[in-house]
């Protein structure tokens, strides 16, 4: 069966509809800081354990109740270095009023102690590894990039993604969670 111009024009048409309004809804969800509609975050979720640099575990469950901005890095990523001291500050400033603030490293665990020797932070980092990059993808980073920072709110529902560097204003308005 052959199809006419007509027919041809109409499908083009029709799957170019279809590509803009979903270029569309990309760009606002980017734009947005990623999808985050009150989503709750199952039990998988807050079981999920990670060793810590310095010994000892960080368990999630302990981290229900409050705000968490969660910080997926590595050493290696110097977007995700350079952010370190901005969440470092936010996490001092504001730890008093409930917020927390933990950073998963993608990384060796050598290379994470290594460098936090270096460069130490004061708020709980995890040793996150291959896991840490499945966890990411099933946060909504489908491309599994660094940096990546997401936040819940005190009752767990997510209230922002952003993949990429963080800047103030974006600690500015999360802080209002």
Same mark, same amino acid.
């Given at each position: 069966?052959?199809? *006419? ?17 979903? %270029? +569309? /809804?990309?760009?606002? $969800?980017?734009?947005? %800081?990623?999808?985050?509609? /009150?989503?709750? +975050?199952?039990?998988? @979720?807050?079981?999920? &354990?990670?060793? &810590?640099?310095? =010994?000892?575990?960080?368990? @999630?469950? *302990?981290?229900? =109740? ?9 050493? $290696? ?12 500050? @936010? @996490?001092?400033?504001? =730890?008093?009023? %409930? $917020?927390?603030?933990? =950073? ?5 665990? *050598?290379? #994470? &102690? ?6 130490? #932070? *004061? ?5 996150? %590894? ?9 946060? /909504? ?10 936040? +819940?709110?005190?009752?767990?529902? #997510? ?15 999360? &802080?209002?969670?």
């Amino acid at each position: 069966m052959t199809s *006419s111009p007509t027919r041809r024009a109409w499908l083009y048409g029709g799957v170019a509809a279809v590509a803009a309004v979903a %270029g +569309l /809804g990309g760009a606002l $969800w980017h734009r947005r %800081g990623g999808a985050a509609g /009150g989503e709750q +975050l199952d039990a998988a @979720f807050w079981a999920q &354990r990670f060793d &810590r640099p310095e =010994g000892g575990e960080l368990v @999630f469950e *302990s981290l229900r =109740g409050k705000p968490l901005l969660l910080n997926f890095w590595a050493t $290696w990523c110097p977007p995700c270095v350079e952010e370190m001291p901005m969440l470092d500050a @936010f @996490f001092r400033e504001n =730890g008093g009023n %409930g $917020w927390q603030v933990v =950073g998963l490293a993608i990384d060796q665990p *050598s290379a #994470v &102690r290594k460098f936090l020797t270096k460069t130490p #932070v *004061s708020y709980p980092i995890g040793l996150a %590894g291959l896991q840490g990059t499945e966890l990411v993808k099933n946060l /909504g980073n489908t491309a599994g990039g660094l940096p990546f920072t997401l936040v +819940l709110d005190a009752g767990g529902a #997510v209230t922002a993604r952003k993949m990429g560097k963080l800047e103030p204003g974006d600690l500015q308005a999360w &802080r209002r969670v």
